[in-house]
Nanobody, 115 residues
């Protein structure tokens, strides 16, 4: 059974940090490109960051460059998103995605940036 389970979301003040985790099971994690997407209320889901299966290639949305870092640990079947200098506009549900032969999605984790 394929599973992607996100964790690490929550409420944080502007300027704060959070680290999201995406624990994968049921498929060959190391062969998949892993990505984080987010969806704010009333907006379309957007790509935040992605990392290739060998972790040498990363891509970021312009809005998060220099603040967010995506990484992966193939030994632990887990992807991460380190989010620093958070802004209120980063508030959204964050989703983990695995893509290769097929595309899998997690259930999402809420990130709220507010004072």
């Amino acid at each position: 059974q394929v599973q992607l389970v996100e964790s690490g979301g929550g409420l944080v003040q502007p300027g704060g940090s959070l680290r999201l985790s995406c624990a994968a099971s049921g498929f060959a994690f190391s062969g998949y490109t892993m990505s984080w997407y987010r969806q704010a209320p009333g907006k379309e889901r957007e790509l935040v960051a992605s990392i290739g299966h060998v972790a040498e290639s990363t891509n970021y949305a312009d809005s998060v460059k220099g603040r967010f870092t995506i990484s992966r640990d193939n030994a632990k079947n887990t992807a991460y998103l380190q989010m620093n200098s958070l802004k209120p506009e980063d508030t959204a549900v964050y989703y983990c995605n695995a893509r290769w032969v097929q595309s899998y999605w997690g259930q999402g984790t809420q990130v709220t940036v507010s004072s």
